[in-house]
């Protein structure tokens, strides 16, 4: 069965530190895909990315870069220089190929200390 | 990107009563979810909306808790049935732009609490 683990409950960071926010998944599919969405205080759910299981090409968008390695099955969150508006709670996701349903991890939030 | 809306965005509802929350998104799309967000937890899947026949729900809902109609390409409806103080949570819509895409967009979400 497909599962996401987000082990960090809450991480607290001084602003302009790096913070790096850990996801783990199962599954049995050799398709799957993997998201990463934010959540500021204001509640709506913002997409961030989407990989597919046969790119594992890193990516980096302004300040966020995400690491995802098959052999760990993990998909890892970096935020650079972090900024009060990073404040938030981070959810990662997988959705397998055999159908197009969104497993959530139970997120991280973090919070960005001025 | 797909821009969604729902109605009403918040609510207060007694206990045994029915809520309605619409869904409506600005373009077609095949497949729309229903979510639940119970306070301080993660997003959990309700059910998946097809245009044209029965949602399919996930383990621990049903159809008569939480009927749900998609009546067409850019709308669905979720009741919250009989309500009791469990059911407050925010409850989400979202859609999939379609095979090819899984950019999975969600709608700002319904904040609903039973009293």
């Known amino acids: 069965a497909q599962k996401v683990t987000q082990a960090q409950t809450e991480i607290s960071v001084v602003e302009k530190e790096d913070v790096t926010l850990d996801c783990v998944y199962e599954t049995r599919d050799t398709t799957y895909y993997l998201f990463w969405y934010k959540q500021p205080p204001s509640g709506e759910l913002v997409f961030l990315i989407r990989r597919n299981s046969f790119d594992e090409q890193n990516e980096i968008s302004g300040r966020y870069s995400w690491n995802f390695q098959k052999s760990t099955s993990s998909f890892n969150f970096t935020i650079t220089a972090s900024q009060v508006v990073d404040s938030a709670v981070y959810f990662c996701a997988l959705s397998e190929d055999r159908d197009d349903k969104i497993i959530f991890g139970k997120g991280t939030r973090l919070h960005i200390l001025p | 990107s797909a821009v969604i809306s729902q109605k009403p965005s918040r609510d207060i509802c007694q206990r045994g009563t029915s809520l309605t929350i619409q869904c409506q998104v600005d373009s077609q799309v095949t497949m729309m979810f229903w979510y639940r967000q119970q306070p301080g937890q993660s997003l959990t899947l309700i059910a998946t909306a097809n245009q044209g026949s029965e949602a399919t729900y996930e383990s621990g809902f049903v159809i008569d808790k939480f009927p749900i109609s998609r009546p067409n390409l850019t709308f669905s409806t979720l009741t919250v049935s009989n309500m009791s103080p469990e059911d407050s949570s925010i409850y989400l819509c979202?859609?999939?732009?379609?095979?090819?895409?899984?950019?999975?967009?969600f709608g700002p979400g319904t904040r609903l609490t039973v009293t």
């Open positions: 979202s859609v999939d732009k379609g095979r090819g895409s899984y950019e999975q967009y």
